[in-house]
């Protein structure tokens, strides 16, 4: 069975401030690994994903992530925040092979504070 | 292009009544998934289709069924509604595969009163 984590379920931050929201995964397969961002009454959009080959994943908005297979973590990250990047996150995990489903973590609202 | 497009945006029903919601994907899109939103349970999945098969399904009762034609298009239906099926249903699709990221919809905010 694969799970995902997300510890921190609000975090505020400064304006112009850099950012880290932590995810841990579990899976006894290899996994692919997305991050996604939900803004009010509304779906979810992909961020980034991790497939494959390099650790480092660059996404939309001046977003980042990077695969730790030892630590199993997906953490993201942003050098700095703007208000439009108050929302809410999420981290989802989908184990490779047998076409699992897709699982997804609690979710972090980031707070972007003025 | 256009994005997944789901109908009815809000919808009002009493409990035990029926729902039926629908999905209409990224053309080109094959694998069309649903997820029920709630404050307290997060995103739990649903179902998964690809090309008219159901290849996943989650920890739901029976109440809850979905199917997808064979233009891709998905809908779910809920049974004998009750309070606790109030949510924001989502869909979501991608192109084909495990390794693609879903596009999703904006939802459909459904209240059992």
């Known amino acids: 069975a694969q799970s995902v984590t997300q510890l921190d379920s609000q975090v505020p931050v400064f304006e112009e401030a850099p950012v880290e929201l932590r995810c841990n995964y579990s899976?006894?397969?290899?996994?692919?690994l997305f991050w996604y961002v939900q803004y009010p009454n509304q779906g979810l959009q992909l961020l980034l994903k991790?497939?494959?080959?390099?650790?480092l994943v660059k996404g939309i908005n001046g977003f980042e992530a990077e695969f730790n297979k030892s630590q199993t973590s997906f953490h993201l990250r942003k050098p700095s925040v703007h208000i439009s990047d108050t929302a809410e996150y999420f981290c989802?995990?989908?184990?490779?092979?047998?076409?699992?489903?897709?699982?997804f973590g609690t979710g972090t609202k980031l707070q972007v504070i003025p | 292009k256009a994005g997944v497009t789901q109908t009815p945006r809000y919808l009002i029903k009493t409990r035990g009544q029926q729902v039926t919601l629908s999905c209409s994907p990224i053309?080109?899109?094959?694998?069309v998934s649903w997820y029920q939103q709630t404050p307290g349970q997060g995103l739990q999945f649903l179902f998964e289709?690809?090309?008219?098969?159901?290849?996943n399904k989650g920890n739901f009762p029976g109440r809850f069924s979905g199917r997808q034609f064979s233009n891709s298009r998905s809908e779910m239906n809920v049974s004998t509604l009750e309070l606790g099926d109030s949510a924001l249903y989502l869909c979501?699709?991608?192109?084909?595969?495990?390794?693609?990221?879903?596009?999703f919809g904006s939802g459909t905010r459904l209240t059992v009163v």
């Open positions: 989802a995990v989908r184990s490779s092979g047998g076409y699992q489903k897709v699982t």
């Open positions: 899976s006894s397969v290899s996994v692919y």
């Open positions: 991790y497939l494959s080959g390099s650790t």
């Open positions: 053309s080109g899109h094959r694998s």
């Open positions: 289709y690809f090309s008219e098969t159901q290849r």
């Open positions: 979501a699709s991608c192109r084909t595969g495990e390794r693609c990221g879903y596009t």
